[in-house]
């Protein structure tokens, strides 16, 4: 093992989900990179509550649809420089619409950045896990990814791919050490859910079984447990944390 500082590396770890994971693995002793793409002061916070409770922590303003950008960025602060222990893919957007008016440019911005983003930090990841020959990868799909859902084709595509995208992974990297799974939320109090009408809310928790929406805590706690000791030997699972929506 090197002296190198141990890394977690989380997308989208400014806000909703992903910041609750930042939190949670640097409290788990990782050093935790977290990219963001718009609002700056609000890594920071993420960055200055870690520090305040004597993490490591360091934001780049990096965009997941910016493929060039983070091939850079593992050039220029991973490799060599830190040991990456951890990937968490979970920068991702909605731009919702029913599909027979769903706009193109609707369609390619989800699939860059919720399936071709998580493929370029994946792809770079597994160069670096590969000679270290240990790593962790766990990406962020969703429920709908699972179920389908109406008004989000462009999503439900994505977060379907993710899952695919995480078995050929899981097999392809298995023999160096690396594991990948997904961990698919379902509804989880966030900025992206808190844009819902009432009335679809409603109905969501009418189908959940445990009959409350998810909190950014319990998808962490599922990322830390794939991410820590006691789960080296799973790996190519879609691990569901949904209230029991979907079983
Ligand atoms: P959120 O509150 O909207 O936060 C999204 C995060 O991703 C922010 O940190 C944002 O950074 C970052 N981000 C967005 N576009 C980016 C880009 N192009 N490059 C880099 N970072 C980018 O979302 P969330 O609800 O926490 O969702 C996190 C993940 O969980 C997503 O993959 C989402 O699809 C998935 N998920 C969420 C739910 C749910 O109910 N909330 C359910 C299933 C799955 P900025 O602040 O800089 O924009």
């Known amino acids: 093992m090197s002296d190198l500082p141990k890394v977690a590396l989380v997308t989208g ?3 909703g989900i992903g ?3 930042a939190e949670r693995l640097a409290a788990d002793g990782f050093a935790v990179y977290l990219t963001y793409v718009s609002r700056p002061e609000e ?7 870690i520090e305040a409770k004597g993490g490591q922590a360091k934001a780049f303003q990096l965009d997941s649809g910016d493929r060039e950008a983070i091939a850079a960025f593992f050039k220029d602060e991973i490799k060599g420089k830190v040991s990456l222990e951890v990937l968490v893919n979970n920068a991702g957007i909605t731009r919702d619409g029913l599909m027979m008016r769903m706009k193109d440019e609707d369609w390619d911005k989800v699939i860059e950045i919720n399936l071709t983003g998580c493929f370029a930090f994946l792809k ?5 896990m590969g000679k270290q020959r240990r790593g962790r990868i766990v990406n962020i799909t969703s429920i709908v990814g699972q179920m389908g859902n109406a008004g989000q084709a462009n999503y439900c595509a994505a977060k379907a791919g993710l899952i695919g995208l995480t078995k050929s992974a899981a097999r392809e990297l298995a023999g160096r050490g690396i594991t990948v799974n997904a961990v698919a939320p379902g509804f989880i109090e966030t900025d992206m859910t808190a844009e819902l009408p009432e009335k679809v809310v409603e ?9 409350s929406l998810g909190q950014s805590e319990d998808i962490a706690a599922a990322v830390a447990f794939l991410a820590g000791p006691g ?3 799973i790996t190519g699972q879609v691990l569901g944390v949904n209230g029991g929506m979907y079983m």
């Open 13 to 15: 770890g400014s806000r």
């Open 19 to 21: 910041r609750v994971v």
């Open 43 to 49: 890594a920071e916070k993420v960055v200055g509550a």
């Open 124 to 128: 770079e990841s597994s160069k670096i």
């Open 203 to 211: 109905s969501m928790l009418a189908q959940i079984p445990l009959k």
């Open 231 to 233: 789960a080296g030997y």
